[in-house]
């Protein structure tokens, strides 16, 4: 470990493995989420338990794809939040946010969207997202309207 006046680093085997902002408050903790996400990942119930996440302001798109995971999958759905906080130790938090909230505007909801988004916004490349390869998001059946639809809209017309 070093120790500098406005951070330390951590070092195993001389290779720098964690680096956080230095306080001198008497018996103060300070974490980085980031440097607990994978063991959060082996124990999803912690998600909102552990010390080092709380008081993480994450942005409202991560809270509300996290509410339609765990409605639609339940611990499995957390599980898939948590790798998609793990997208954050890759990627900015600007880059996730917008994959986070694309990924919501076009219902894709779940993990394996996100990252692609995030990877295609990250290379500067279109997005190609199959959505035949999420069997488990409910299909959409949008036909061409016909005029004619909304005569049952009009009081006294014929059905």
Same mark, same amino acid.
């Given at each position: 470990m070093k120790g500098f006046v406005d951070e330390v680093v951590i070092l195993c085997a001389g290779e720098e493995i964690a680096r956080h902002h230095r306080s001198y408050a008497t018996g103060a903790f300070v974490f980085d989420p980031l440097h607990y996400l994978m063991l959060i990942e082996m124990k999803p119930n912690a998600l909102d338990q552990a010390a080092p996440l709380q008081g993480w302001a994450l942005p409202e798109p991560f809270q509300h794809l996290r509410h339609l995971l765990e409605a639609r999958m339940g611990n499995r759905g957390k599980r898939e939040f948590i790798q998609v906080l793990r997208l954050l130790e890759a990627c900015p938090m600007a880059t996730v946010t917008e994959a986070?909230?694309?990924?919501? %505007?076009?219902?894709?909801?779940g993990f394996d969207a996100v990252k692609q988004i995030a990877l295609a916004r990250s290379e500067r490349r279109p997005l190609r997202l199959d959505l035949a390869r999420y069997p488990h998001l409910p299909k959409m *059946?949008? %036909?061409?309207?016909?005029?004619? *639809?909304?005569?049952?809209?009009?009081?006294?017309s014929a059905t």
């Open positions: 986070v909230t694309e990924a919501i %505007r076009l219902g894709a909801i *059946d949008v %036909r061409t309207t016909v005029a004619a *639809d909304y005569a049952v809209l009009i009081p006294g």
